[in-house]
């Protein structure tokens, strides 16, 4: 669990509380946390998270995710999908330039309904 500092808060704490304890997930380093360490991170909220109390009752909080780092393999996963979707970007305005190049070139001759597509192989 984690204390959230109104002052600190981006966010805020609903209800006009000063502060409120929150449940932290995927905290790199959250073994090393002790009682009363600041904290400073971006999560996200992503629902309630229920635990039990040292007298035994039940106590709701809201839950964040602190995120992971991505695997090797996702992260160049993720490079080539922005390789790939550049390449298909800049020929997608290559493409749209060229069409309108060629709707300029061919309206003195009434053929501006001109279309240049690709060819498939």
Same mark, same amino acid.
């Given at each position: 669990m984690i204390h959230v500092d109104k002052g600190n808060s981006t966010l805020g704490v609903a209800g006009g509380e000063e502060a409120k304890i929150v449940h932290l997930m995927n905290y790199? /380093?959250?073994? =090393?946390?002790? @009682? /009363?360490?600041?904290?400073? +991170?971006?999560?996200? +909220?992503?629902?309630?998270? =229920? &635990?039990?109390?040292? =007298? /035994? #009752?039940?106590?709701?909080?809201?839950? &964040? @995710?602190? /995120? #992971?780092?991505?695997?090797p393999e996702q992260f160049a996963s993720f490079? $080539?999908?922005?390789?790939? $979707? &550049?390449?298909?970007?800049a020929q997608t305005a290559w493409l749209a330039r060229s069409n309108r190049l060629a709707r300029q070139k061919m309206s003195s001759q009434n053929l501006s309904n001109l279309t240049i597509t690709p060819r498939r192989p």
């Open positions: 790199p /380093g959250a073994y =090393q946390v002790v @009682d /009363g360490r600041h904290i400073i +991170c971006m999560a996200k +909220c992503i629902g309630r998270y =229920q &635990y039990t109390t040292v =007298q /035994g #009752a039940t106590a709701t909080v809201l839950s &964040y @995710d602190h /995120g #992971a780092l991505p695997t490079e $080539n999908m922005k390789r790939t $979707n &550049y390449v298909a970007a």
